[in-house]
T-cell receptor, first 109, second 114 residues
């Protein structure tokens, strides 16, 4: 089966850096995805990692360690519009994504 | 169209009523997924199509839930005899297929059963 854990809520200050962690236990591994979801909207794709290491994309970076079953999403220079839920998802042996419960990030002025 | 389109966006159903939710995937996308998302939770997998073939329906919560994609494009999720616990957002996603490729979500159909 699949088990994906991430913190339920986090709070950070505008302009700061925040790291959202995700740990997983899955049968088979074909990549780890991060999605952003604003309230009432569709999840939108942020990043994809299949090999160990850091992937940087502008203000957002994502890290993967397959041996530890661990990933994090790093958000730099936080903006108010970054307040949203961040979903960690793993693609296992099949083709579908299994999601964690999401981390609700609140950015304060 | 440019993105995944779902309809209706909002549906209020009386308990016991049947509902049908439609998904128009991105043109040419082979893979199509249905997810159920309760308030404050992550999406839960329901079912997966590759073209017209339903390859995985292990997430459908009961035999009241049925999905089809007869021509390998538009898909319909049908819920028979709706119950209050069916109230959720139903998300459709599509992808080009292949193990590493991402999937793109529609805005969802918000179902409330009263």
């Amino acid at each position: 089966g699949q088990n994906i854990d991430q913190p339920t809520e986090m709070t950070a200050t505008e302009g700061a850096i925040v790291q959202i962690n995700c740990t997983y236990q899955t049968s088979g591994f074909n990549g780890l995805f991060w999605y952003q979801q604003h309230a009432g909207e569709a999840p939108t794709f942020l990043s994809y990692n299949v090999l160990d290491g850091l992937e940087e994309k502008g203000r957002f970076s994502s890290f993967l360690s397959r041996s530890k079953g661990y990933s994090y999403l790093l958000l730099k220079e936080l903006q108010m519009k970054d307040s949203a839920s961040y979903l960690c998802a793993v693609k296992g042996a099949g083709n579908m994504l299994t999601f964690g419960g999401g981390t609700r990030l609140m950015v304060k002025p | 169209g440019a993105g995944v389109s779902q309809s209706p966006r909002y549906k209020v159903a009386k308990r016991g009523q049947d509902v049908a939710l439609r998904c128009d995937p991105i043109s040419g996308h082979v893979s199509l997924f249905w997810y159920q998302q309760a308030l404050g939770q992550g999406p839960e997998f329901l079912t997966y199509f590759q073209n017209e073939a339903q390859l995985d329906k292990s997430g459908l919560p009961s035999d009241r839930f049925f999905a089809e994609r007869p021509e390998g494009s538009v898909s319909t999720l049908k819920i028979q005899r709706t119950q209050q616990e069916d109230s959720a957002v139903y998300l459709c996603a599509s992808g080009v297929g292949g193990s590493g490729n991402t999937i793109y979500f529609g805005e969802g159909s918000w179902l409330t059963v009263v």
